[in-house]
């Protein structure tokens, strides 16, 4: 009887769990694969995590490394110490990542040490912001990869002129796949018992270290959220966000009637919020992508992104929060209804045809050898 292939999946935040869904469905269907998932823990509270596996019907991880609530440091020394145990027990053909977080970097680093074939998904990827610790990353993995999935034709150029030593295919994006998938799902949420009933026009989400960590720029954002008079804004608050909101005395600027805030959503409640919504401001990847799938404008709080397709497109508007340019927010979103109709013109699709994950599946299981 031929052996089955043994292929690792690590992830150890929401949106890694939400982007390999689809992958994870398909891999389990495949009976030729043994599948194992791995959660280093890096994200631990219920309304950040647990509740993603449920809703993609996920079955719990064969092992959780439990690094949540460390330092960077400390988490990336316990994930690569518990990788190398984990690899040793389970023995792996592959070790698949996906993106730029340290349970990506620190299962990269493990896979490289223990000479184990390593993938990663949403490879290529440059924001040039090396102020951000996943821009250090992402350059780190995809040179330790053996194969490298980019998202985007230009991820793909990206990988050739760092001239990486894995092979890298562009077969589109995944979570596009799991976007498309979800749609009929989110029919029946009641987005009202959410919003109080209230409809809002703008969905926005901030998070980022240095959006939320930093007194002046989390106030200048709250400042110019505050003065949005044009649409009603539904505000999920990161626990993070609202930490360093109690800590620096900010909550004053959300006591506005123009600003629904309640707790994290749940994936479908996010899906359904978004496409309830005109327009999204956010500092997040992940919700940067599915504007631009569920075809809304985005407008992002940061210096940079490393989706640039987006902003090529112009369905994404960068806005640093550390300059004046922030005091722009409220005309930007006066001024919505001149941009709303981008979409009917733009048919590129940057991020493939929603079928990439059975074409990267094939990859990877013939890649086995």
């Keep these: 009887m031929k052996a089955k292939k043994r292929i690792m999946i690590v992830f150890g935040?929401?949106?890694?769990?939400?982007?390999?869904?689809?992958?994870?469905?398909?891999?389990?269907?495949?009976?030729?694969?043994?599948?194992?998932?791995?959660?280093?823990?890096?994200?631990?509270?219920?309304?950040?995590?647990?509740?993603?596996?449920?809703?993609?019907?996920?079955?719990?991880?064969?092992?959780?490394?439990?690094v949540g609530g460390l330092t960077p440091n400390e988490q990336m020394g316990k994930i690569i110490i518990g990788m190398n145990k984990t690899i040793d027990k389970l023995k792996p053909d592959l070790i698949a990542v996906w993106g730029d977080t340290n349970s990506s970097l620190g299962a990269a680093i493990a896979a490289n040490k223990k000479m184990v074939k390593l993938c990663h998904v949403e490879a290529g990827c440059?924001?040039?912001?090396?102020?951000?610790?996943?821009?250090?990353?992402?350059?780190?993995?995809?040179h330790l990869s053996d194969l490298l999935f980019p998202l985007s034709k230009h991820d793909h150029d990206n990988l050739r002129v760092g001239k990486v030593h894995g092979k890298s295919i562009f077969l589109g994006d995944p979570l596009y796949d799991v976007f498309l998938e979800n749609q009929k799902k989110i029919k029946y949420i009641d987005l009202g018992k959410i919003t109080g009933?209230?409809?809002?026009?703008?969905?926005?989400?901030?998070?980022?270290?240095?959006?939320?960590?930093?007194?002046?720029?989390?106030?200048?954002?709250?400042?110019?959220?505050?003065?949005i008079k044009s649409h009603?804004?539904?505000f999920p608050i990161h626990p993070r966000t609202k930490k360093m909101i109690e800590k620096l005395e900010l909550s004053a600027y959300l006591q506005n009637d123009n600003i629904v805030t309640v707790p994290p959503l749940g994936y479908f409640e996010l899906l359904k919020a978004l496409?309830?919504?005109?327009?999204?401001?956010?500092?997040?990847?992940?919700?940067?992508?599915e504007a631009f799938f569920a075809k809304k404008i985005c407008i992002t709080l940061r210096k940079s992104t490393e989706w640039t397709d987006t902003v090529k497109l112009k369905a994404n508007i960068l806005l640093d929060p550390e300059s004046e340019e922030i005091k722009k927010l409220p005309k930007l979103c006066a001024d919505f209804s001149k941009k709303k109709n981008i979409f009917a013109s733009n048919k590129a699709r940057p991020y493939g045809d929603g079928k990439a994950t059975s074409k990267i599946v094939k990859v990877l299981i013939k890649e086995i050898k």
Excluded: W
């Design 13 to 66: 935040t929401r949106p890694e769990l939400i982007r390999f869904a689809s992958i994870i469905h398909n891999l389990l269907k495949n009976k030729n694969v043994e599948l194992s998932l791995v959660h280093t823990g890096q994200h631990y509270s219920d309304d950040m995590n647990d509740i993603f596996f449920r809703e993609l019907n996920i079955p719990k991880p064969d092992v959780n490394l439990g």
């Design 126 to 142: 440059r924001s040039h912001d090396f102020r951000m610790a996943e821009e250090y990353n992402r350059i780190l993995i995809d």
């Design 197 to 227: 009933g209230e409809r809002a026009s703008i969905l926005m989400t901030l998070h980022r270290a240095e959006n939320v960590d930093s007194k002046n720029t989390l106030k200048n954002i709250l400042e110019a959220v505050s003065k």
């Design 232 to 234: 009603k804004i539904l």
């Design 275 to 289: 496409d309830a919504c005109d327009f999204v401001i956010t500092d997040s990847g992940g919700l940067q992508k």
